[in-house]
């Protein structure tokens, strides 16, 4: 029948052809059961849920022997009885070059597991409405990219989906922002988009991993160009037989001009390995794969991140085993940092205040860190303890009366209106020439401050400016987390 054979219900049969699969037998087993038999088995040997409010994955297309596991972590990570509205499946041409993306619209995909439909209203009115979109029969007769996927799914899904899938022919990053345009209203909790990517391709084994992981952060760092400068970056090492960091890059940078719009995201890194971690690869020549999410941030009070219960945990044990070590043996102990969030390596400011007896006992943070959140933590409670210029050295006797509290900051917002701080929300800095001075949120709530009180107190205690010195100066807002032990033993 070839690679486009008719409908196989029937309907249309005269008009409508169903593309099938072209590397069943080779990527994977050719025969259902079989095939199912793998998927049980890499969904097994996966990593498993982790994520939540999922909005892409991040998901190699290699043969499954050598990146099934790796591809069934990022698919372990949908709601499998979510109703999804759309699935985009996006993936990069491997054997031909167009200026646009080619949009599957002429019927199904079908796989040894059985249909997978096709959107054709949503893939029609894509490329009716844009002219980046079009129906290129050669970028999907021999392309692997999407096919592969469809198992993951299929095995996966426990509600019928439809899929709009999608090759990119381009290589322009101005088509790609267009691209990205056009598909950036539907990136929202009502669909999913798997962007389908290998990672470096044929490097050395210890090269590959360098690599890999270099692109990996650039991918977390949600910006399109530190993405693409990376990928200079790394062709310019002249790492030996490096053919691309990222054979998927246009798909990556698609997904990347859509979430770099939003500060509602976080993408996140789960698992990477490539083909040297398997028995059928060398270490000489090596496929990088990895699985990465992209999460809708939830808010929480309001605020443009969050961190778990474990993360509050693992910050305040940090802050303790810091002060205990520090204090008593004037020793910095090494954090170990496994099974740490991303949002815990990522960098972010943060205050450790410290309370004795209901009293503060020193209170110190950073806005600018250049270093991971927990280990930014670690150093404000060294500061706390150690370098409040309003208080004494902490002793060692007084270790088990001290209470921390870790204030975790969002950027900074230069305001135009003092109108625009909420008392209990906003933390602020008044800065005016050399002086600078900070309030963090809950100075207001534990005051019971007007506005102006709490802007007052800013300027002429803690910048020294006067009372009234917030009137010409520059105010900054900010949002924090705040915790501390007495919501968790100790």
């Known amino acids: 029948m070839g690679i486009f054979g008719k409908n196989i219900t029937g309907q249309n049969s005269g008009s409508r052809q169903d593309r099938q699969p072209v590397v069943a037998g080779k990527f994977y087993p050719a025969g259902e059961l079989a095939l199912k038999n793998e998927m049980a088995q890499l969904f097994d040997e996966a990593l498993p849920k982790k994520s939540s409010n999922v909005l892409a994955i991040i998901t190699p297309h290699a043969g499954y022997v050598f990146s099934g596991v790796v591809a069934a972590t990022s698919f372990n990570q949908i709601d499998p009885e979510k109703d999804y509205e759309h699935i985009f499946v996006i993936g990069s041409s491997h054997y031909t070059y167009f200026d646009g993306a080619s949009i599957y619209n002429k019927g199904d995909y079908v796989t040894p597991l059985g249909r997978v439909k096709v959107d054709h209203e949503l893939a029609q009115k894509l490329t009716d409405e844009n002219k980046v979109f079009t129906f290129n029969a050669e970028a999907h007769t021999q392309e692997h990219t999407i096919e592969v996927q469809l198992p993951f799914l299929q095995y996966r899904m426990k509600r019928e989906f439809k899929i709009v899938p999608i090759v990119m022919g381009t290589q322009s990053a101005s088509t790609i922002k267009k691209v990205a345009k056009a598909l950036k209203p539907y990136l929202n909790e009502r669909n999913l988009f798997v ?279 520059e105010i900054y807002t900010y949002q924090a987390l705040v915790f501390d032990e007495s919501q968790f033993d100790k």
């Open 195 to 473: 962007i389908s990517t290998d990672f470096s391709h044929y490097p050395p084994y210890d090269d590959a991993v360098k690599v890999d992981h270099a692109t990996s952060e650039a991918i977390v760092s949600n910006s399109p160009e530190t993405f693409m400068d990376t990928l200079a970056a790394n062709e310019r090492k002249g790492i030996p037989n490096l053919a691309t960091s990222i054979c998927g890059w246009t798909s990556v940078l698609t997904l990347l001009e859509m979430t770099s719009q939003t500060d509602e995201v976080k993408i996140v890194p789960l698992l990477y390995r490539n083909s040297g971690d398997t028995d059928y690869g060398d270490k000489i020549r090596v496929v990088g794969y990895w699985s990465i999410v992209v999460e809708q941030q939830k808010k929480e009070n309001g605020l443009e991140f969050s961190l778990t219960d474990q993360d509050k945990k693992n910050l305040l044990h940090i802050a303790r085993e810091t002060l205990e070590s520090y204090i008593r043996h004037g020793e910095i102990p090494e954090i170990d940092t496994t099974g740490f969030s991303q949002t815990l390596k990522t960098p972010l400011g943060a205050f450790v205040t410290l309370n004795k007896d209901g009293a503060l006992r020193g209170c110190i943070g950073t806005f600018r860190p250049d270093k991971p959140l927990y280990l930014v933590v670690q150093d404000m409670a060294i500061s706390a303890s150690t370098k409040d210029y309003r208080f004494s050295r902490v002793k060692p006797d007084e270790l088990d009366k001290i209470e921390i509290e870790i204030s975790v900051l969002t950027p900074m917002k230069k305001i135009n209106s003092i109108d625009e701080i909420k008392l209990g929300r906003d933390g602020i800095y008044i800065k005016k020439g050399w002086n600078a001075g900070t309030f963090l949120p809950q100075v207001a709530t534990s005051t019971g401050w007007s506005l102006e009180e709490f802007l007052g107190h800013c300027a002429r205690d803690k910048a020294g400016i006067g009372w009234d010195g917030w009137r010409d100066a």
